[in-house]
């Protein structure tokens, strides 16, 4: 009979059969699924019927000859796999409403994660022949409305299982095992255990925002207030329905907040304590053993929020920011690899996880990046001070000179000139680098502002402490240092900005003060080049800084000066020429005019000698006083032809006025005088005269001008 049966099996046979299959599943699942119905529909059940007619598939594979019939069993095959898989949607679905009933959370919550898994594989057949959208929407919409139903559930277990609170300055958790009642329901004749409640949650795909959640409050709670309070007493109790962790000041209502430096050993032992004391809580005691799923979702959620704070608030503040501080850090350090090992000891760490590791390996790099970090802030502090007071340099007060360095290269004494000390033609085999003459490189007497030489001073500090360090520690002190120079740069000319375009004081100090630091800049990679590691001493340079300094100074200083020359100019066409002298209104208006331009020029001078390197002040002078004789001369010649000799005789006392500007130009005699302010406005002992034509290329122009009116 069997041998009859199959024999007698067709092609149509099967195909009628899953036509029939399919209408009643599709017209089953639709009545059963319905958003909006009206009447309870019964059970619907097509496992049997969906494996009679695998069988007849099965049967249809046998008695056909091999090779034939391949593509329409494949289209059979198909259909099956899609009936199928809506029968198990719908029989997971129907497993959770039974579980629910009878309170199997656990049960409930793998049925939930298999539908889900189920209707994500249908969704890949949405481009099959006859795929069923309408059903599949329904299937996925019930399976959402019982996933928030159960999350709804977990909730409310979730918040009864932890309890969180903070008063009177003491952290509490209470942690119960034996859930019996929560808001809305009751389970005394079935109790929901913690670890089952925890299975249950990673089962349905939603442990991990409870476990995040629920690490942040702790690390909020506790770990945050061990650190900041380690003084503070750690108690941890457990009894059989229920464990509570407490934090805080025991003995009485007001906090002993300990404001010394915190223990390390202590604060590191309680993070111990009480995150394996939690681990142990939710998961049980065997956990320590093995990486199950749950010990490993636990470990992946509160290891980085720990490391995080542990970093922040810990870790990072620890770093000594002095060295002698840092003799005392390997101790702190050796904890820390301990604190490290007892957690991957006790799986409270991934084994591969090297963070701790990393941190305490770099702990000189860290130290020099935290020094670093402060030496910056302190450094803007110094650039943003309001400190007016100058200090004098020169040459003989400041290292790094080419004549200093060369000396000591050569072991020549300092008070002789390179030219002294070796003249004609040098030695091949006893070059160094600075066979040169230093005459456009040395330092001339001026005063710079007390903030760049405490700056440049910072530098060789830096410098100096980084020739005795290790290569990554002198790398970061080394871009320290650089980085000294480029706040500077960086920050005066936008700070100081109105002052630097209208102050002569302050645009004359800043040019000072680049020209000084570019003094340093040319030789302070030099001196260290030797000292410094390997690692950095062939690129230890300051001289890609040398251009911009001078640029910088030079822009503001030019710019000064042409507002200077502009306001000179000024004075003398506000006179509106040299013509009428004889009128009394139009002398005195003229008069005044050259008056206010040599006021001007007096206040430059006295402002600017003190100051300024004295040939660089003398330079200066000369062409504003240039162009005051220009103006001046302008205004004589266009007079010619028109002179009266009444005028004349008017027109010499103008010009009379003019030369007191030859008071301006002077300079201390050698050897005479000391250190200090020099020269504001004195005259006689240890001050000379020098020649003005020197400076002032229209003075010997100007004299004939005033000879010819004699004339």
Same mark, same amino acid.
């Given at each position: 009979?069997?041998?009859?049966?199959?024999?007698?099996?067709?092609?149509?046979?099967?195909?009628?059969?899953?036509?029939?299959?399919?209408?009643? #599943?599709?017209?089953?699942?639709?009545?059963?699924?319905?958003?909006?119905?009206?009447?309870?529909?019964?059970? #619907?059940?097509?496992?049997?019927?969906?494996?009679?007619?695998?069988?007849?598939?099965?049967?249809?594979?046998?008695?056909? =000859?091999?090779?034939?019939?391949?593509?329409?069993?494949?289209?059979? *095959?198909?259909?099956?796999?899609?009936?199928?898989?809506?029968?198990?949607?719908?029989?997971?679905?129907?497993?959770?409403?039974?579980?629910?009933?009878?309170?199997?959370?656990?049960?409930?919550?793998?049925?939930?994660?298999?539908?889900?898994?189920?209707?994500? !594989?249908?969704?890949?057949?949405?481009?099959?022949?006859?795929?069923?959208?309408?059903?599949?929407?329904?299937?996925?919409?019930?399976?959402?409305?019982?996933?928030?139903?159960?999350?709804?559930?977990?909730?409310?277990?979730?918040?009864?299982?932890?309890?969180?609170?903070?008063?009177?300055?003491?952290?509490?958790?209470?942690?119960?095992?034996?859930?019996?009642?929560?808001?809305?329901?009751?389970?005394?004749?079935?109790?929901?255990?913690?670890?089952?409640?925890?299975?249950?949650?990673?089962?349905?795909?939603?442990?991990?925002?409870?476990?995040?959640?629920?690490?942040?409050?702790?690390?909020?709670?506790?770990?945050?207030?061990?650190?900041?309070?380690?003084?503070?007493?750690?108690?941890?109790?457990?009894?059989?329905?229920?464990?509570?962790?407490?934090?805080?000041?025991?003995?009485?209502?007001?906090?002993?907040?300990?404001?010394?430096?915190?223990?390390?050993?202590?604060?590191?032992?309680?993070?111990?304590?009480?995150?394996?004391?939690?681990?142990?809580?939710?998961? &049980?005691?065997?956990?320590?053993?093995?990486?199950?799923?749950?010990?490993?979702?636990?470990?992946?959620?509160?290891?980085?929020?720990?490391?995080?704070?542990?970093?922040?608030?810990?870790?990072?503040?620890?770093?000594?920011?002095?060295?002698?501080?840092?003799?005392?850090?390997?101790?702190?350090?050796?904890?820390? $690899?301990?604190?490290?090992?007892?957690?991957?000891?006790?799986?409270?760490?991934?084994? !591969?996880?090297?963070?701790?590791?990393?941190?305490?390996?770099?702990?000189?790099?860290?130290?020099?990046?935290?020094?670093? =970090?402060?030496?910056?802030?302190?450094?803007?502090?110094?650039?943003?001070?309001?400190?007016?007071?100058?200090?004098? @340099?020169?040459?003989?007060?400041?290292?790094?000179?080419?004549?200093?360095?060369?000396?000591?290269?050569?072991? @020549?004494?300092?008070?002789?000139?390179?030219?002294?000390?070796?003249?004609?033609?040098?030695?091949?085999?006893?070059?160094?680098?600075?066979?040169?003459?230093?005459?456009?490189?040395?330092?001339?007497?001026?005063?710079?502002?007390?903030?760049?030489?405490?700056?440049?001073?910072?530098?060789? *500090?830096?410098?100096?402490?980084?020739?005795?360090?290790?290569?990554?520690?002198?790398?970061?002190?080394?871009?320290?240092?650089?980085?000294?120079?480029?706040?500077?740069?960086?920050?005066?000319?936008?700070?100081?900005?109105?002052?630097?375009?209208?102050?002569?004081?302050?645009?004359?100090?800043?040019?000072?003060?680049?020209?000084?630091?570019?003094?340093?800049?040319?030789?302070?990679?030099?001196?260290?080049?030797? $000292?410094?590691?390997?690692?950095?001493?062939?690129?230890?340079?300051?001289?890609?800084?040398?251009?911009?300094?001078?640029?910088?100074?030079?822009?503001?200083?030019?710019?000064?000066?042409?507002?200077?020359?502009?306001?000179? *100019?000024?004075?003398?066409?506000?006179?509106?020429?040299?013509?009428?002298?004889?009128?009394?209104?139009?002398?005195?208006?003229?008069?005044?005019?050259?008056?206010?331009?040599?006021?001007?020029?007096?206040?430059?001078?006295?402002?600017?000698?003190?100051?300024?390197?004295?040939?660089?002040?003398?330079?200066?002078? &000369?062409?504003? @006083?240039?162009?005051?004789?220009?103006? #001046?001369?302008?205004?004589?010649?266009?007079?010619?032809?028109?002179? $009266?000799?009444?005028?004349?005789?008017?027109?010499?006392?103008?010009?009379?006025?003019?030369?007191?500007?030859?008071?301006?130009?002077?300079?201390?005699?050698?050897?005479?005088?000391?250190?200090?302010? $020099?020269?504001?406005?004195?005259? &006689?002992?240890?001050?000379?005269?020098?020649?003005?034509?020197?400076?002032?290329?229209?003075?010997?122009?100007?004299?004939?001008?005033?000879?010819?009116?004699?004339?």
């Amino acid at each position: 009979m069997p041998s009859q049966k199959r024999a007698s099996l067709s092609i149509s046979d099967v195909h009628e059969a899953i036509g029939r299959l399919e209408a009643s #599943v599709v017209a089953g699942i639709s009545g059963f699924y319905r958003q909006f119905a009206v009447m309870n529909v019964g059970a #619907v059940d097509f496992q049997e019927d969906i494996l009679t007619v695998l069988d007849m598939i099965h049967t249809l594979k046998k008695v056909s =000859a091999k090779g034939q019939l391949t593509n329409e069993i494949a289209v059979f *095959q198909s259909k099956m796999d899609l009936l199928t898989l809506l029968d198990k949607i719908h029989r997971e679905l129907s497993g959770f409403e039974m579980m629910m009933e009878t309170k199997e959370l656990s049960g409930a919550a793998l049925a939930i994660s298999d539908a889900k898994a189920l209707i994500d !594989e249908l969704a890949e057949l949405h481009s099959a022949q006859g795929f069923p959208l309408d059903i599949y929407v329904a299937l996925k919409r019930d399976m959402l409305a019982k996933k928030a139903h159960l999350k709804h559930i977990f909730d409310e277990l979730y918040r009864t299982a932890f309890f969180y609170s903070c008063e009177n300055d003491i952290s509490e958790l209470v942690i119960t095992f034996r859930i019996t009642v929560t808001a809305s329901a009751k389970y005394h004749d079935s109790p929901v255990f913690l670890i089952s409640l925890i299975q249950s949650m990673n089962s349905a795909g939603l442990l991990t925002d409870y476990l995040t959640t629920f690490a942040e409050s702790f690390i909020k709670n506790f770990i945050d207030r061990i650190i900041k309070n380690a003084a503070s007493e750690l108690s941890m109790s457990k009894t059989k329905l229920n464990a509570t962790i407490r934090f805080g000041n025991m003995k009485g209502m007001i906090s002993n907040v300990s404001h010394s430096k915190p223990d390390a050993t202590k604060i590191l032992d309680q993070i111990f304590k009480i995150t394996h004391y939690l681990r142990e809580c939710l998961l &049980g005691a065997e956990e320590t053993t093995e990486w199950t799923p749950e010990n490993q979702l636990f470990v992946n959620i509160l290891f980085p929020l720990l490391m995080d704070t542990l970093r922040t608030n810990f870790l990072i503040p620890s770093i000594p920011d002095n060295r002698d501080a840092m003799n005392t850090y390997p101790d702190f350090l050796n904890e820390l $690899r301990r604190f490290d090992e007892r957690l991957k000891a006790d799986r409270l760490c991934f084994p !591969e996880n090297m963070e701790l590791d990393i941190f305490a390996g770099n702990a000189r790099l860290q130290c020099a990046r935290k020094r670093r =970090a402060f030496m910056m802030i302190g450094i803007r502090e110094i650039i943003e001070s309001e400190d007016q007071n100058t200090y004098e @340099v020169e040459e003989a007060t400041e290292r790094g000179s080419i004549k200093s360095l060369y000396s000591a290269k050569m072991g @020549v004494a300092g008070n002789k000139t390179i030219s002294e000390s070796a003249p004609g033609k040098t030695d091949p085999s006893t070059k160094t680098g600075l066979e040169i003459n230093d005459i456009s490189f040395r330092l001339p007497k001026c005063h710079v502002s007390v903030q760049a030489q405490t700056l440049v001073e910072q530098a060789y *500090q830096i410098l100096t402490e980084a020739s005795t360090m290790d290569p990554e520690t002198a790398t970061e002190l080394f871009y320290c240092a650089r980085d000294i120079f480029d706040m500077y740069r960086a920050v005066m000319p936008v700070l100081h900005e109105d002052e630097l375009l209208n102050s002569p004081t302050r645009a004359v100090l800043f040019y000072n003060d680049t020209e000084y630091i570019c003094h340093h800049l040319l030789t302070m990679g030099y001196q260290f080049q030797d $000292r410094l590691p390997p690692a950095i001493n062939q690129f230890a340079t300051f001289l890609d800084m040398v251009p911009f300094f001078r640029n910088l100074g030079e822009s503001y200083f030019r710019a000064q000066m042409r507002k200077q020359r502009d306001i000179v *100019q000024m004075h003398v066409s506000n006179a509106q020429g040299f013509s009428n002298l004889t009128d009394d209104a139009r002398f005195e208006t003229v008069e005044r005019c050259i008056k206010q331009a040599l006021s001007h020029l007096n206040s430059l001078s006295r402002v600017w000698k003190p100051i300024l390197a004295e040939e660089m002040y003398l330079t200066t002078m &000369g062409l504003l @006083v240039d162009t005051f004789l220009e103006s #001046v001369m302008t205004q004589v010649s266009a007079l010619a032809g028109t002179l $009266r000799v009444e005028e004349g005789h008017q027109l010499r006392y103008i010009l009379g006025l003019v030369l007191k500007a030859e008071d301006m130009f002077e300079k201390r005699a050698t050897g005479g005088g000391g250190s200090g302010m $020099r020269g504001i406005g004195k005259k &006689g002992a240890g001050w000379v005269k020098i020649p003005v034509r020197k400076y002032v290329n229209r003075w010997d122009a100007f004299l004939k001008v005033k000879e010819d009116l004699i004339l």
